[in-house]
């Protein structure tokens, strides 16, 4: 399927979270439409977002893997 | 554009040598190989435009292609990735731009000896996918890592984010076959040797051919070194309340000793908030983080965990608050990103609008830091506050030195710049930000650049300066090599060698 229904994938409303930054879905921080009245945000379905933060992830585990065998946690050495 | 370039003859003789199908005149080929990232006049584009841009597959096309350059006087501008911050591959007076991306080929991989053979148009990244197999790295990692070429990090004598830890590109490239401006090849390294890492006979003729921005010839193979692929990476970000504890305490993770550290590199509170402003990682973290310090290490396991365990250790006993894997494996995983994303600014009234982004890229002693990093934020809020068109994006201090990383530093001030606004007004304004940047740096007793080179408008002309008695030695070298002045003239005040 090439098309979508804006209308199903429209985001939920923005709630600002920090000085000059909304929120729609969790953990993607945008920022706050009043401060982009000279470049206009464009309209993005939920799946493009959401397709986007996979790939980021998808892409950092690539780049961990491409440099080293293990990456080291602080965490879990302090756990231990 | 150069009348003889172009002539019939000069088109006719290049396509002998290469094919009909690899000497590009289009508009679209031309204007494309015409400027770099770096915020550029793109009102003024028309000027560096070359005249003809080859594509050669071979050293002996090269040599063909400069001996006919050469013999007509005709400039060559080498060119990579494209991907550098100082217009070492922008044009300046025209000509043929050699573009090296079809030289992407693995020579010779030999893993008794340590060495990797390429031509210089292969990416990092993509040699290290095919190194992965044999257990071993070619370890040069600039921001620029996805799309950089070798050939451009040895023409622009690179720095590497890792470079504490395994060198830079100078101690990574053991030797070259060089095209010098005359068309012969040769061989430079340490010695005569193509696999040596260390020679006294004669002169070291490798470094003078690594950063000259193209101006001495043209890097046609390199002999390059490899490494153990590392075990264990490990990445600590630290966030800290004020510059002044962040500032110490990145002195004494950089005095550690430790082998394995692969770089420590300190955010000042400019930095900070333009990351809070703009950065998933940075919005959510509480108003009291003033400063980060992160902190990269690289080897085995059996020496990065225990090196983990003392980073963490000083981190927290010179004033860090740890701010957590996510934060510290992820953002080290984002350091390319430069490259990657589409960049943003602020006008001065909050407004978003696309910027590119300028890198001052200094080498600057520890003891300098605070002064340089005071004097050069009230020199960019002046240029933002009288103009608009500019953003101070912050400042960041990375260890610069390689293997000891603990005296000196690399100095970015990044500041965004507006380019659909820039006329010649505005562009005189950014080019005079930079010259007064530039003299903080020499006050100091500080290099123009650690990484991008000398070669941009702002930077040029502090050469002599900064070279002293060397430029004069620069000078005849470069007329004794290249006495047509052919190889990217304009570059380096290098043209100055031809004024008697």
């Known amino acids: 399927m090439f098309g979508f229904?804006?209308?199903?994938?429209?985001?939920?409303?923005?709630?600002?979270?920090?000085?000059?930054?909304?929120?729609?879905?969790?953990?993607?921080?945008?920022?706050?439409?009043?401060?982009?009245?000279?470049?206009?945000?464009?309209?993005?379905?939920?799946?493009?977002?959401?397709?986007?933060?996979?790939?980021?992830?998808?892409?950092l585990a690539w780049m961990h893997d491409h440099w080293a065998d293990n990456v080291l946690s602080a965490e879990e050495e302090q756990a231990d | 554009m150069s009348v003889v370039a172009r002539s019939d003859s000069v088109v006719d003789e290049l396509q002998a040598i290469l094919g009909a199908d690899h000497v590009l005149t289009n508009k679209s080929s031309l204007f494309n190989r015409a400027r770099v990232p770096a915020p550029f006049p793109v009102h003024r584009w028309d000027e560096h435009i070359p005249d003809i841009a080859v594509l050669p597959e071979t050293a002996e096309q090269v040599a063909e292609i400069v001996k006919l350059a050469n013999a007509n006087k005709i400039p060559v501008v080498p060119r990579a990735g494209g991907t550098g911050l100082s217009d070492g591959a922008v044009p300046v007076v025209g000509g043929i731009l050699l573009d090296v991306?079809?030289?992407?080929?693995?020579?010779?991989?030999?893993?008794?000896?340590r060495t990797v053979t390429v031509q210089p148009g292969i990416n990092m990244l993509k040699l290290n996918e095919e190194l992965r197999r044999h257990g071993v790295i070619y370890p040069d990692d600039p921001a620029s890592y996805p799309c950089s070429l070798v050939g451009g990090r040895i023409g622009t004598g690179g720095w590497s984010l890792i470079g504490a830890r395994y060198g830079h590109t100078r101690d990574l490239v053991i030797s070259m076959q060089v095209c010098l401006?005359?068309?012969?090849?040769?061989?430079?390294?340490d010695g005569g040797g193509r696999k040596i890492r260390k020679s006294s006979t004669g002169f070291q003729l490798k470094q003078l051919f690594m950063g000259h921005q193209g101006s001495l010839g043209i890097t046609t193979e390199a002999t390059l070194e490899l490494v153990p692929r590392p075990e264990a990476e490990f990445a600590a970000f630290f966030g800290y309340?004020?510059?002044?504890?962040?500032?110490?305490?990145?002195g004494v993770l950089a005095k550690s000793g430790l082998a394995s550290l692969a770089g420590v590199v300190l955010f000042d509170e400019w930095k900070v908030n333009y990351l809070r402003r703009d950065d998933e990682a940075y919005i959510p973290q509480p108003s009291e983080l003033r400063c980060v310090v992160a902190v990269a290490a690289y080897g085995t396991l059996a020496e990065t965990r225990p090196a983990s365990q003392v980073i963490m250790a000083i981190g927290k006993d010179t004033g860090g608050n740890y701010l957590g894997d996510e934060v510290s494996q992820g953002d080290w995983a984002s350091r390319h990103d430069r490259y990657a994303t589409p960049l943003h600014g602020r006008t001065p009234e909050g407004q978003v609008v696309p910027m590119s982004w300028h890198c001052e890229d200094a080498a600057i002693s520890y003891s300098a830091l605070p002064m340089v990093r005071e004097e050069w934020h009230a020199i960019a809020k002046r240029y933002v506050d009288d103009y608009g068109v500019f953003d101070d994006w912050g400042m960041f201090a990375y260890t610069n030195g390689a293997h000891k990383p603990w005296g000196d530093y690399l100095v970015e001030i990044d500041i965004g710049i507006w380019e659909q606004r820039l006329d010649d007004a505005m562009w005189d304004a950014w080019v005079?930000?930079?010259?007064?940047?530039?003299?903080?740096?020499?006050?100091?007793?500080?290099?123009?650049?650690?990484?991008?080179?000398?070669?941009?408008e702002g930077d040029a002309e502090f050469v002599p300066r900064e070279m002293g008695g060397g430029f004069d030695v620069m000078k005849k070298i470069k007329r004794a090599l290249d006495p047509n002045n052919i190889m990217n003239p304009g570059k380096n005040c290098l043209d100055d060698a031809y004024e008697d």
Do not use: F
Request: charge should be negative; include cysteine.
């Open chain 2, 181 to 189: 401006p005359t068309g012969e090849l040769i061989e430079v390294g």
């Open chain 1, 5 to 59: 229904r804006l209308q199903a994938e429209r985001p939920p409303e923005p709630r600002p979270v920090a000085n000059g930054v909304v929120m729609r879905l969790d953990d993607v921080y945008e920022i706050d439409p009043d401060r982009m009245q000279i470049i206009a945000q464009q309209s993005m379905p939920v799946s493009d977002t959401l397709r986007i933060v996979d790939s980021r992830w998808e892409h």
């Open chain 2, 241 to 250: 309340p004020d510059y002044e504890t962040a500032y110490k305490s990145t």
């Open chain 2, 101 to 113: 991306k079809r030289m992407n080929k693995i020579l010779d991989i030999d893993l008794v000896d």
């Open chain 2, 432 to 456: 005079q930000c930079k010259r007064e940047i530039t003299e903080v740096s020499l006050k100091y007793g500080g290099s123009i650049t650690a990484c991008h080179g000398s070669t941009r």
